[in-house]
C-alpha cells in the first residue's frame, strides 16, 4: 500500500498535468508536433519537452514517430480515453459554478427530431425565455429513425426529448413523461373503417398503412402502446 501510495505521488499527483494532457491530445488530433504548436501557442521545442516529460512520468512510449507524422501509442490511446473523462467532467464542473454563482443563467443544448421540434421545442423555450432571458437553448435535430441516446452518453447535450413506447425503460437514465400524445388512425370518407365503432390496432393489422419509417410508431402499431414524448437526463 505504501508503494502505491508513492508511485501516486511521485509519478502522477505531482508530475502528470492537465496541461501534458491537452498538449498530448492536441499533437494526436493534428499529427505532428510542428502543427500543433501554433494551437498551443507553443514552440514545437516546447511540445516536445511537454511529451517527454508526460513520457518520463508514465515510463511508457506516447507516440511512434515516423517521416510521415506521428501515432500515438496504445498507451496514447488508452491515457486519452480517460483523459478526455477528465476534461469533460471538468467543462461540467464549470458549468456547475456558473449556475450556482448565477441559476438565471447558462446553456441548456436539446436533442429532438424534427417533428417536435416545429411545435413543443419552440413554445417550451419561449416559456424559459420569459422566466430566465439569460438563458441559452441550443437544439439539435435528432434521427427520428434512431431511438438512441449517444447524445447524452457523450455529454453532447444536457437533455433528448423524444418519442418512446410507453413501457420504455433503460436503467441509466431519468425519464418523465412531458406530455400524452397519442397517435390517430387516419381513414378516407369512403373507406370500410369510416363508420365502424370500437376499431383496435388488431383489426386494422392487414390493412395497407402509410405512416413515417419511425420506431415508436412501428412499436406503437405492432405493440399496441400508446406513446407518450419524454424526455431524458443523461446518467449521473
Not at 29 to 56: C, F, T
Not at 106 to 131: K, N, T, Y
Not at 178 to 191: E, L, M, P, R, Y
Not at 200 to 229: C, H, T, Y
Amino acid at each position: 500500500m505504501a508503494k502505491a501510495t508513492w508511485d501516486w505521488e511521485s509519478r502522477i499527483g505531482r508530475r502528470v498535468r492537465l496541461r501534458d494532457l491537452h498538449i498530448l491530445s492536441t499533437v494526436v488530433r493534428w499529427g505532428s508536433m510542428a502543427k500543433a504548436a501554433p494551437h498551443l501557442a507553443m514552440s514545437q521545442s516546447a511540445v516536445s519537452e511537454a511529451i517527454a516529460h508526460l513520457e518520463d512520468a508514465l515510463r511508457v512510449r506516447l507516440l511512434d514517430r515516423s517521416p510521415q507524422g506521428i501515432e500515438p501509442t496504445i498507451y496514447a490511446n488508452a491515457l486519452l480515453k480517460r483523459g478526455n473523462v477528465v476534461f469533460d467532467e471538468l467543462k461540467q464542473g464549470i458549468k456547475d459554478i456558473e449556475f450556482l454563482s448565477d441559476p438565471a443563467t447558462g446553456e441548456v443544448r436539446v436533442s429532438s427530431p424534427e417533428i417536435l421540434s416545429a411545435w413543443l421545442i419552440p413554445a417550451a423555450i419561449d416559456s424559459l425565455l420569459r422566466e430566465k432571458p439569460n438563458i441559452t437553448v441550443r437544439v439539435y435535430q435528432q434521427d427520428a429513425n434512431i431511438l438512441e441516446f449517444r447524445e447524452l452518453y457523450e455529454r453532447n447535450v444536457d437533455v433528448v426529448i423524444n418519442r418512446i413506447p410507453a413501457n420504455f425503460s433503460h436503467e441509466d437514465l431519468k425519464i418523465e413523461p412531458v406530455i400524452d400524445d397519442q397517435h390517430f388512425v387516419v381513414v378516407g370518407a369512403q373507406s370500410r373503417w369510416a363508420g365502424r365503432r370500437a376499431v383496435s390496432l388488431g383489426d386494422l393489422a392487414n390493412e395497407k398503412w402509410i405512416f413515417p419509417p419511425n420506431p415508436v410508431v412501428r412499436a406503437v402499431v405492432q405493440q399496441r402502446l400508446k406513446p407518450k414524448a419524454f424526455w431524458c437526463l443523461p446518467p449521473a
